[in-house]
């Protein structure tokens, strides 16, 4: 039998800086809930939106994998290894942190929001070489699809990082159905919905709903509206 766990939207730690306004899945900063540490090895899933013109200022990392994934919005990266670059909706930007790195990230535009998700996942290795990449995915092929945007692999479709970690995107139209079969056995799947309405295994779920599953190998989605979904396979450590 399955075993599960449900983080409805409106649970989530909440913090409002003005500049920052960023909802935590995962204790984060201010926000401590013993029970809501880590989902395995996916520790942070943080749902931000920074005003226009501001950011984070440069600081450190080590021996984390951090993926950002734009909503809306550009968002503007800097490190310590040369990288300069502008991330948008539909890129994904993976910096494996190893021995340690330092960036900051600031809204590209001074008008408009950006509204991104940044996501913290539990290497498999230690002290790596740091490394930073970003991809872009055409949105169509997530359309009644689940399109891989993350794999352990740099010959597999996707950003790759350090973990026996899986992510993909859905855009599902209202009714539609799916399957997702684990690629590993031990790992969890947490399924984040974006926009909408889905169930998967029976549990109805809404925008900004957090739902892990685990102790099978399998998920079965509906989309009882139009809906857009994450969903994060990672291993279930700890």
């Not at 997530?142 to 794999?151: A, E, F, G, K, T």
């Not at 995107?169 to 799947?189: H, I, M, R």
Request: proline residues 3%; aromatic residues 10%; charged residues 20%.
């Amino acid at each position: 039998m399955a075993r599960t766990v449900l983080h409805s939207a409106n649970t989530r730690g909440h913090a409002n800086h003005g500049w920052l306004n960023s909802y935590h899945t995962f204790s984060f900063a201010g926000y401590h809930n013993p029970e809501r540490m880590h989902f395995g090895a996916l520790r942070v899933l943080n749902d931000d939106t920074v005003a226009g013109g501001m950011g984070f200022g440069r600081h450190p990392h080590d021996n984390m994998e951090i993926i950002s994934i734009p909503l809306a919005g550009d968002l503007e990266h800097q490190d310590n290894m040369g990288n300069k670059t502008v991330i948008r909706q539909h890129d994904v930007q993976v910096m494996s942190a190893g021995t340690g790195v330092a960036h900051s990230e600031k809204n590209h535009n001074a008008a408009q929001e950006v509204k991104f998700l940044q996501i913290w996942v539990f290497p498999n290795k230690r002290n790596v070489q740091p490394r930073y990449d970003q991809q872009t995915f055409r949105p169509e092929d997530r359309h009644n699809r689940l399109q891989q945007i993350l794999s352990p692999s740099a010959d597999d479709a996707g950003v790759w990082i350090h973990q026996d970690a899986w992510f993909h995107l859905g855009q599902l139209d209202a009714g539609f159905s799916t399957e997702y079969a684990f690629n590993k056995a031990g790992n969890g799947v947490y399924a984040f919905v974006l926009e909408g309405d889905v169930t998967i295994n029976g549990q109805a779920l809404h925008r900004r709903d957090g739902f892990g599953v685990w102790e099978t190998d399998q998920l079965d989605i509906r989309a009882d509206s139009h809906a857009e979904l994450l969903l994060m396979e990672v291993p279930m450590i700890g």
